[in-house]
T-cell receptor, first 111, second 112 residues
Framework: KQEVTQIPAALSVPEGENLVLNCSFT??????LQWFRQDPGKGLTSLLL?????REQTSGRLNASLDKSSGRSTLYIAASQPGDSATYLC??????????FGSGTKLNVKP | GAGVSQSPSNKVTEKGKDVELRCDPI?????LYWYRQSLGQGLEFLIY????????KSGLPSDRFSAERTGGSVSTLTIQRTQQEDSAVYLC??????????FGQGTRLTVV
């Protein structure tokens, strides 16, 4: 069974801090890994996609890394803002049929 | 449209009734996915379409659930004889193969 684990489940930080969210997966033979954010009552917003041949992707204050051999990905958020408060989801795919989602990290950035 | 569109955004139905949920993917996206998210739970895969065919429908929880896609575009998810445990947010996503997936805002289904 493909398992995706996200740690921590919840995180509260003061505004301006840099932070790291973690995602681990049991099977290293992945095709892609995608990070999403979900605001309460909303759908998922794509943040970054890392293909299996890539080590990292960057978008603005976000940087995602991928280490297939160790089964881990990290999402780094620089200079956090209250608007970053949301649930962050990691999704792994082994073929193009489906994503396997972690249970998410709920982030609260305090002003 | 610019994004994935789902309708209705909210649906309240009586137990035992049939419901249809609609997904309009991003134009040109050949792959389409349905997921559901129950209260406090993670995202559960339901079905994957490539074009009009569904090579993976392994996540459909029972034969009360069915989905189709026509013209390589719009998809409908039908739930027959709804039960209270079907209450959830149903999310649709589309993509071009091996690129990032984009999700709609979801349909919140409440079975009373």
């Amino acid at each position: 069974k493909q398992e995706v684990t996200q740690i921590p489940a919840a995180l509260s930080v003061p505004e301006g801090e840099n932070l790291v969210l973690n995602c681990s997966f049991t099977d290293s033979a992945i095709y892609n890994l995608q990070w999403f954010r979900q605001d309460p009552g909303k759908g998922l917003t794509s943040l970054l996609l890392i293909q299996s041949s890539q080590r990292e992707q960057t978008s603005g204050r976000l940087n995602a890394s991928l280490d297939k051999s160790s089964g881990r990905s990290t999402l780094y958020i620089a200079a956090s803002q209250p608007g970053d408060s949301a649930t962050y989801l990691c999704a792994v795919e082994y073929n193009f049929n489906k994503f396997y989602f972690g249970s998410g990290t709920k982030l609260n950035v305090k002003p | 449209g610019a994004g994935v569109s789902q309708s209705p955004s909210n649906k309240v139905t009586e137990k035992g009734k049939d419901v249809e949920l609609r997904c309009d993917p991003i134009s040109g996206h050949t792959a389409l996915y349905w997921y559901r998210q129950s209260l406090g739970q993670g995202l559960e895969f339901l079905i994957y379409f490539q074009g009009n065919s569904a090579p993976d429908k392994s996540g459909l929880p029972s034969d009360r659930f069915s989905a189709e896609r026509t013209g390589g575009s719009v998809s409908t998810l039908t739930i027959q004889r709804t039960q209270q445990e079907d209450s959830a947010v149903y999310l649709c996503a589309s993509r071009i193969k091996n690129t990032e997936a984009f999700f709609g805002q979801g349909t919140r289904l409440t079975v009373v």
